[in-house]
């Protein structure tokens, strides 16, 4: 307990993170103690980190510290505020805060503004405005900046009117002078006439801002039955398609059953034909006028009344005219398409409209749209040892030149290419990465040049808990976890024009997540390494899996 006559110096009592009185007081392992919350705080921003650490003196821990209540500091701020020697009211007045005008060493936060004085005052100058009767009329306000702007810079007297002549604000001095037979009145009055225009334009923003969320809520409306109308023409269009395939198929296995009878037909005449020539050659050597006059008669008319089958197959112009004819309905459907969508205006809302194509369904239709990239040195941060394609994380300081481009908080890296179009690339990893894509222009430092956690980047966060995999994707500081199966490398499929990003498990091609958005600006793959992880950009012939 503060002993009478004791001077304490508020300042071993204030907390370094929020430099206020402790409140609440714990205690992390190192020894130095925090505001409850502020301590709190500090370790949720750092928990996407694999370490968290003392604000204060910097040592770590590598698990997130248990906060421990310190008793003894509890029990001295609860005794201070009793007698008044401590105070939240009578901290010392930090940046952005009203220092108390009237203090004369250090400066306490002020609690009130004098709009009679033009003065800010603490808790403790405060008091003979509650006390003394000669401070009754003054106007005691929330503490305020720029209170000498209420003090005229001619005549060094406090300000109370307003000029509607010449629109500003005056002293009597100036009302008596330079301003004398203007409209005036008091700047209160001025104040509250401006207070009700003021209230008049709110109510016409909030009305405002009411038609615009119907005018969103018919918005809505009008892509549901957009999206509507286009599915059930889909289901239509291969309802169709299926049926005119089955009909095509059908005339097929038809046609292909009749060139197989007459093939069999034909077989069995050559077999005969052969034989009878067989038997003409034989006759032809013989010697015996009797026997070759009684055989001649009827091998010349066997071989006479034999008929071959019409081998005339007519399919092919049927098949050709199909061809041609679906050819003509996509060229018209295609026209009505290019003319209904011209119709369609959404240039008030800024919209495109894309028609996407097909997405790969197989690994071998997704390499078609291959890849291959390269990581950038000059991104790497200080901790990642890079080759070419791969990276991975190392407790070394790497000895890396200083350049602009180059991480200085988080273990990321860039890669050189920036990709448009339809492009497909896969990773294979282990242990705890982030799998980015990114504008070129992500910042290099600070908390926001995380992948993720803003608006220029969007991320796949793996990691391995024992044999289990797990999953989480991040844009603009927001997380979404994701199931999938155990696999160790992640393709990666990119329609830039249509705005489509989509994350694979390259062992069965389960699609992990999909991100369908409008992107404004070439985008870069990028990777963030941590503790004992790495990652590497495959070749589009590696089968590894």
Not at 60 to 79: A, C, H, I, Q, Y
Not at 273 to 293: G, I, M, P, W, Y
Request: proline share 4%.
């Amino acid at each position: 307990m503060a002993q009478p006559g004791t001077q304490l110096d508020q300042q071993q009592f204030c907390c370094s993170i929020c430099l206020d009185l402790l409140k609440d007081p714990v205690t992390v392992p190192c020894g130095h103690s925090y505001c409850m919350s502020c301590i709190q705080s500090h370790l949720d921003e750092e928990d996407q980190k694999e370490t968290h650490s003392c604000p204060l003196c910097r040592q770590t821990f590598v698990l997130r510290p248990t906060l421990v209540k310190n008793t003894m500091l509890s029990d001295l701020m609860g005794e201070l505020k009793k007698t008044g020697t401590a105070s939240a009211d009578h901290c010392h007045a930090g940046p952005g805060d009203v220092a108390c005008d009237v203090c004369t060493e250090r400066k306490l936060k002020a609690v009130k503004s004098c709009l009679h004085c033009l003065v800010s005052y603490c808790e403790q100058h405060l008091q003979p405005h509650y006390k003394s009767p000669a401070f009754e009329k003054h106007k005691l306000v929330n503490p305020a900046k720029g209170l000498q702007e209420n003090i005229c810079s001619r005549h060094n007297e406090v300000i109370k009117i307003f000029c509607r002549t010449d629109q500003m604000c005056i002293c009597y001095l100036c009302y008596m002078d330079e301003h004398k037979g203007h409209n005036t009145v008091s700047a209160a009055t001025e104040m509250a006439e401006r207070q009700k225009e003021i209230e008049v334009s709110w109510q016409k923003i909030q009305q405002r801002i009411q038609t615009r969320e119907e005018d969103m809520k018919v918005l809505r409306q009008q892509v549901e039955a957009i999206n509507t109308c286009a599915n059930n023409a889909m289901r239509e269009s291969e309802k169709i398609i299926n049926q005119l395939k089955q009909q095509i198929r059908s005339r097929q296995i038809a046609e292909v059953s009749r060139a197989k009878e007459l093939q069999e037909k034909l077989e069995q005449e050559i077999v005969e034909l052969r034989r009878k020539d067989a038997e003409l050659q034989q006759l032809s050597h013989t010697e015996d006028h009797t026997e070759f006059l009684n055989k001649c008669p009827s091998l010349s008319q066997l071989t006479e009344s034999s008929n071959s089958p019409s081998v005339s197959i007519h399919a092919q112009p049927y098949f050709e005219e199909v061809k041609g004819a679906v050819s003509e309905a996509r060229d018209k459907l295609q026209d009505v398409l290019i003319e209904e969508l011209s119709k369609i205006s959404l240039t008030e809302i800024g919209a495109d409209v894309f028609l996407p194509q097909q997405e790969p369904k197989s690994r071998e239709d997704f390499l078609k749209y291959a890849q291959q990239v390269t990581l950038d040195p000059n991104t790497a941060h200080k901790h990642l040892y890079i080759e070419v394609r791969s990276v991975r994380f190392s407790y070394d300081n790497m000895d890396l030149p200083e350049h602009p481009n180059r991480f200085t908080l988080w273990p990321q890296v860039l890669c050189r290419e920036t990709l448009t179009g339809r492009c497909y690339w896969e990773v294979e990893w282990d242990g705890n990465i982030f799998i980015s894509m990114a504008y070129k222009n992500i910042s290099r430092n600070g908390i926001e040049s995380t992948f993720g956690n803003n608006h220029k980047s969007w991320a796949l966060k793996c990691s391995k808990n024992g044999f289990t995999n797990r999953y989480e994707f991040r844009h603009n500081n927001i997380q979404t976890s994701i199931s999938g199966p155990q696999s160790s490398t992640v393709g990666m499929y990119l329609d830039h024009r249509v705005g489509v990003l989509s994350f694979y498990s390259i062992s069965d091609m389960t699609l992990l997540h999909r991100v369908e958005t409008t992107f404004t600006q070439p985008l870069c793959p990028g990777l963030a390494v941590y503790n004992g992880s790495y990652a590497v950009f495959l070749n589009t012939g590696n089968k590894r899996r």
